[in-house]
């Protein structure tokens, strides 16, 4: 078992849950609205959503991977070129945070969750994200792939979640941090890049 490796997942999944995108703001909205314990059913769902996401691409890329690795590194190499097309998007972005400035309906803890479970399962670009970032990942030659797949699912889960909640335990500090600097969003971009850039390289390499 590769330790390094997973240090190195840990370390960009990190990276990636603190930067602006649609899950975190609407977790920070929801939270401001409705307050902390209905942005973490919110995050609840969000994670128990990529569950799912996660099965999809352990027994689907395991699969593909003892039948013809050939196939296996093309669809490697297929999500480092979706990782560098990703970071062009944010290239092409503004860098503007945008909170929001219509009324968002107040809604019980449970829908929250179900809300949050809902956008993430039906939301195909999970599955296409983690099946570009986790085949880089495998960081065992004698575990089962199936079980290394689902220890990155449970690595991004758990880090997410942890970063999640800040937000919406720190709801307030982080909307007033961002209202009061405007630059914020654009270092948040380039870091999004950097990592996008980074996790490409070193799928290509590996």
């Not at 990703?86 to 400035?101: C, P, Q, R, T, W």
């Not at 919406?168 to 999004?192: E, F, R």
């Amino acid at each position: 078992m590769n330790i390094e490796i997973l240090i190195g997942f840990v370390t960009a999944t990190t990276l990636l849950a603190l930067t602006p995108g649609p899950d975190n703001i609407y977790v920070l909205m929801q939270s401001i609205v409705n307050g902390r314990k209905y942005g973490i059913a919110t995050v609840l769902g969000l994670m128990t959503g990529c569950i799912i996401h996660t099965s999809v691409v352990a027994f689907g890329a395991s699969t593909i991977l003892k039948q013809n690795p050939t196939l296996f590194f093309i669809i490697k190499l297929f999500g480092a070129l979706y990782l560098l097309y990703l970071a062009y998007k944010v290239f092409n972005s503004s860098g503007d945070i945008e909170l929001g400035n219509g009324a968002i309906p107040k809604k019980s803890v449970f829908q929250l969750f179900k809300q949050g479970f809902i956008m993430n399962v039906l939301n195909p670009k999970v599955t296409l994200f983690f099946l570009a970032l986790f085949p880089g990942f495998l960081f065992s030659d004698t575990m089962s792939e199936v079980i290394q797949f689902y220890i990155l699912g449970f690595l991004f889960i758990v880090v997410s979640f942890i970063i999640f909640s800040g937000i919406a335990i720190l709801a307030g500090i982080i909307s007033d941090t961002i209202k009061k600097n405007k630059n914020i969003g654009i270092y948040l971009k380039w870091v999004q890049i950097i990592v996008f850039v980074g996790i490409a390289a070193y799928i290509m390499i590996t």
